[in-house]
Protein backbone atom coordinates (compact mmCIF):
# COMPACT_ATOMS: atom_id res chain seq x y z
CA UNK A 1 0.00 0.00 0.00
CA UNK A 2 0.63 3.66 -0.23
CA UNK A 3 2.97 5.25 2.15
CA UNK A 4 1.91 9.33 3.10
CA UNK A 5 4.28 11.20 4.39
CA UNK A 6 2.34 13.99 6.09
CA UNK A 7 4.22 17.34 7.78
CA UNK A 8 4.20 19.10 10.19
CA UNK A 9 2.65 16.38 12.61
CA UNK A 10 1.63 19.18 15.02
CA UNK A 11 1.91 22.86 15.58
CA UNK A 12 0.36 25.37 17.94
CA UNK A 13 -0.99 28.81 15.67
CA UNK A 14 -2.16 32.16 16.86
CA UNK A 15 -5.82 32.44 15.85
CA UNK A 16 -5.89 34.87 12.69
CA UNK A 17 -2.89 32.93 10.84
CA UNK A 18 -2.65 29.98 8.41
CA UNK A 19 -1.06 26.80 8.21
CA UNK A 20 -0.27 25.00 5.21
CA UNK A 21 -0.21 20.86 5.63
CA UNK A 22 1.67 19.11 3.36
CA UNK A 23 1.06 14.98 2.66
CA UNK A 24 3.47 13.71 0.02
CA UNK A 25 2.85 10.01 -1.44
CA UNK A 26 5.22 7.52 -2.54
CA UNK A 27 3.09 6.73 -5.77
CA UNK A 28 0.86 8.22 -7.78
CA UNK A 29 -2.61 8.41 -7.06
CA UNK A 30 -5.61 9.88 -8.67
CA UNK A 31 -7.35 11.21 -5.95
CA UNK A 32 -6.58 12.51 -2.44
CA UNK A 33 -9.02 13.04 0.81
CA UNK A 34 -8.24 15.34 3.00
CA UNK A 35 -10.27 14.69 6.07
CA UNK A 36 -10.63 16.34 9.71
CA UNK A 37 -11.12 14.71 13.57
CA UNK A 38 -12.20 17.26 16.21
CA UNK A 39 -11.23 15.83 19.75
CA UNK A 40 -13.27 12.66 20.80
CA UNK A 41 -14.68 12.34 17.43
CA UNK A 42 -14.89 10.53 13.94
CA UNK A 43 -13.44 11.40 10.87
CA UNK A 44 -15.51 14.54 8.26
CA UNK A 45 -14.43 14.91 4.87
CA UNK A 46 -13.65 18.48 4.11
CA UNK A 47 -12.87 17.60 0.24
CA UNK A 48 -11.40 15.70 -2.29
CA UNK A 49 -8.27 16.61 -4.16
CA UNK A 50 -7.99 15.81 -7.79
CA UNK A 51 -4.74 16.50 -10.04
CA UNK A 52 -5.56 19.25 -12.70
CA UNK A 53 -8.86 19.98 -11.30
CA UNK A 54 -10.14 22.10 -8.46
CA UNK A 55 -10.93 20.35 -5.42
CA UNK A 56 -14.71 19.22 -4.27
CA UNK A 57 -15.46 20.28 -1.12
CA UNK A 58 -18.21 18.77 1.43
CA UNK A 59 -21.19 20.80 2.90
CA UNK A 60 -19.80 22.92 5.10
CA UNK A 61 -16.39 23.82 4.04
CA UNK A 62 -15.18 26.46 1.36
CA UNK A 63 -12.48 26.93 -0.52
CA UNK A 64 -11.37 30.59 1.23
CA UNK A 65 -11.54 28.77 4.46
CA UNK A 66 -9.27 25.22 3.01
CA UNK A 67 -7.59 26.14 0.01
CA UNK A 68 -5.87 22.82 -1.31
CA UNK A 69 -3.79 22.43 -3.91
CA UNK A 70 -2.62 19.22 -5.93
CA UNK A 71 -0.05 20.19 -8.43
CA UNK A 72 1.11 16.36 -9.32
CA UNK A 73 -0.04 13.04 -8.57
CA UNK A 74 2.03 12.58 -5.37
CA UNK A 75 1.59 15.74 -4.23
CA UNK A 76 -1.33 18.20 -2.13
CA UNK A 77 -1.21 20.88 -0.12
CA UNK A 78 -4.52 22.06 2.42
CA UNK A 79 -4.14 25.35 4.33
CA UNK A 80 -6.26 26.15 7.17
CA UNK A 81 -6.69 29.89 6.56
CA UNK A 82 -7.48 32.84 9.06
CA UNK A 83 -7.65 30.56 12.16
CA UNK A 84 -10.02 30.87 15.37
CA UNK A 85 -9.76 27.88 18.34
CA UNK A 86 -12.71 26.08 16.57
CA UNK A 87 -10.38 24.99 13.99
CA UNK A 88 -8.18 23.16 16.82
CA UNK A 89 -8.07 19.22 15.55
CA UNK A 90 -6.56 17.02 13.64
CA UNK A 91 -6.24 16.70 10.01
CA UNK A 92 -5.31 14.36 7.82
CA UNK A 93 -4.96 13.39 4.37
CA UNK A 94 -5.53 9.93 2.55
CA UNK A 95 -5.21 8.04 -0.41
CA UNK A 96 -6.94 4.73 -1.79
CA UNK A 97 -5.06 1.55 -1.00
CA UNK A 98 -4.28 -0.67 -3.95
CA UNK A 99 -6.34 -2.45 -5.68
CA UNK A 100 -8.53 -0.52 -5.27
CA UNK A 101 -11.00 -0.60 -2.80
CA UNK A 102 -10.33 -3.79 -1.35
CA UNK A 103 -7.62 -2.05 1.11
CA UNK A 104 -9.83 0.91 1.61
CA UNK A 105 -7.66 4.23 2.52
CA UNK A 106 -4.41 4.94 3.72
CA UNK A 107 -3.80 7.41 5.85
CA UNK A 108 -1.37 10.35 6.63
CA UNK A 109 0.22 10.33 10.33
CA UNK A 110 -1.61 13.42 10.40
CA UNK A 111 -1.47 17.20 11.85
CA UNK A 112 -2.39 17.70 15.21
CA UNK A 113 -3.07 21.45 15.29
CA UNK A 114 -3.86 23.95 18.16
CA UNK A 115 -4.81 27.17 17.67
CA UNK A 116 -4.72 29.50 20.96
CA UNK B 1 -29.29 12.41 4.19
CA UNK B 2 -26.42 10.34 5.10
CA UNK B 3 -26.43 8.45 8.32
CA UNK B 4 -23.99 5.87 9.48
CA UNK B 5 -24.48 4.52 13.61
CA UNK B 6 -22.49 2.87 15.87
CA UNK B 7 -22.29 2.37 19.89
CA UNK B 8 -20.08 4.89 20.97
CA UNK B 9 -18.28 3.06 23.89
CA UNK B 10 -17.93 -1.26 24.83
CA UNK B 11 -16.02 -2.79 27.13
CA UNK B 12 -15.22 -6.50 26.90
CA UNK B 13 -12.82 -9.09 28.92
CA UNK B 14 -9.61 -10.03 27.52
CA UNK B 15 -9.81 -13.28 25.73
CA UNK B 16 -13.53 -12.85 25.06
CA UNK B 17 -15.77 -12.19 22.00
CA UNK B 18 -17.00 -8.64 20.84
CA UNK B 19 -19.58 -7.85 18.16
CA UNK B 20 -19.49 -4.11 17.29
CA UNK B 21 -22.61 -3.43 15.09
CA UNK B 22 -22.69 -0.27 12.41
CA UNK B 23 -26.31 0.60 10.67
CA UNK B 24 -26.16 2.58 7.71
CA UNK B 25 -28.10 4.73 5.57
CA UNK B 26 -26.21 6.39 2.76
CA UNK B 27 -27.08 8.05 -0.74
CA UNK B 28 -24.52 5.47 -2.27
CA UNK B 29 -22.99 1.78 -1.72
CA UNK B 30 -19.69 0.98 -3.16
CA UNK B 31 -18.57 -0.85 -0.06
CA UNK B 32 -18.00 -1.09 4.26
CA UNK B 33 -14.88 -0.59 5.78
CA UNK B 34 -13.75 -1.34 8.96
CA UNK B 35 -11.09 0.34 10.42
CA UNK B 36 -8.68 0.29 13.53
CA UNK B 37 -7.24 3.52 15.33
CA UNK B 38 -5.41 3.62 18.32
CA UNK B 39 -5.25 6.66 20.48
CA UNK B 40 -3.14 9.61 18.92
CA UNK B 41 -2.69 7.31 15.70
CA UNK B 42 -3.95 7.33 12.32
CA UNK B 43 -6.88 4.92 11.08
CA UNK B 44 -5.40 1.65 9.96
CA UNK B 45 -7.86 -0.86 7.61
CA UNK B 46 -9.08 -3.49 9.19
CA UNK B 47 -11.65 -5.37 6.51
CA UNK B 48 -13.76 -4.26 3.34
CA UNK B 49 -17.21 -6.40 2.62
CA UNK B 50 -19.05 -5.41 -0.70
CA UNK B 51 -20.92 -8.67 -0.45
CA UNK B 52 -23.19 -9.67 2.10
CA UNK B 53 -21.95 -12.29 4.07
CA UNK B 54 -18.45 -13.32 6.25
CA UNK B 55 -15.49 -12.18 5.83
CA UNK B 56 -13.17 -13.74 8.25
CA UNK B 57 -9.53 -12.55 8.89
CA UNK B 58 -7.65 -14.35 11.43
CA UNK B 59 -9.32 -12.88 15.01
CA UNK B 60 -11.34 -10.27 13.01
CA UNK B 61 -14.43 -11.22 10.93
CA UNK B 62 -16.81 -8.60 8.95
CA UNK B 63 -20.77 -9.03 8.52
CA UNK B 64 -22.74 -7.05 6.00
CA UNK B 65 -26.43 -7.13 5.06
CA UNK B 66 -27.12 -4.64 1.96
CA UNK B 67 -30.74 -5.24 2.40
CA UNK B 68 -30.39 -4.42 6.12
CA UNK B 69 -28.32 -1.31 6.27
CA UNK B 70 -26.26 -3.46 8.82
CA UNK B 71 -22.59 -4.53 9.54
CA UNK B 72 -20.72 -5.91 12.19
CA UNK B 73 -17.14 -6.54 13.30
CA UNK B 74 -16.65 -9.34 15.68
CA UNK B 75 -13.29 -9.73 17.66
CA UNK B 76 -11.92 -12.67 19.18
CA UNK B 77 -10.29 -13.71 21.56
CA UNK B 78 -9.64 -10.07 22.66
CA UNK B 79 -6.38 -8.93 23.89
CA UNK B 80 -5.53 -5.81 25.60
CA UNK B 81 -3.81 -4.84 22.27
CA UNK B 82 -7.45 -4.53 20.78
CA UNK B 83 -8.31 -1.40 22.89
CA UNK B 84 -9.08 1.36 20.33
CA UNK B 85 -11.64 3.14 18.43
CA UNK B 86 -13.47 0.98 15.98
CA UNK B 87 -14.56 2.90 12.73
CA UNK B 88 -17.57 1.70 10.72
CA UNK B 89 -17.04 3.50 7.19
CA UNK B 90 -19.02 3.54 3.84
CA UNK B 91 -17.88 3.78 0.15
CA UNK B 92 -20.09 5.90 -1.51
CA UNK B 93 -21.03 6.76 -4.92
CA UNK B 94 -18.53 9.79 -5.44
CA UNK B 95 -15.37 7.55 -4.24
CA UNK B 96 -15.27 9.09 -0.72
CA UNK B 97 -15.14 7.55 2.15
CA UNK B 98 -17.63 8.37 5.12
CA UNK B 99 -17.61 7.52 8.39
CA UNK B 100 -19.39 6.63 11.59
CA UNK B 101 -18.77 8.41 14.75
CA UNK B 102 -16.68 5.08 16.28
CA UNK B 103 -17.01 2.55 19.03
CA UNK B 104 -14.21 3.10 21.37
CA UNK B 105 -13.44 -0.41 22.93
CA UNK B 106 -11.88 -1.07 26.27
CA UNK B 107 -10.83 -4.33 26.99
CA UNK B 108 -9.86 -5.45 30.61
CA UNK B 109 -7.98 -8.17 32.15
Known amino acids: SAVISQKPSRDICQRGTSLTIQCQVD?????MFWYRQQPGQSLTLIAT?????????ESGFVIDKFPISRPNLTFSTLTVSNMSPEDSSIYLC?????????????FGSGTRLTVV | GQNIDQPTEMTATEGAIVQINCTYQ??????LFWYQQHAGEAPTFLSY????GLEEKGRFSSFLSRSKGYSYLLLKELQMKDSASYLC??????????FGAGTRLTVKP
Open chain 1, 94 to 106: SVEGQPAPNYGYT
Open chain 1, 27 to 31: SQVTM
Open chain 1, 49 to 57: ANQGSEATY
Open chain 2, 26 to 31: TSGFNG
Open chain 2, 49 to 52: NVLD
Open chain 2, 89 to 98: AVWGNNNDMR
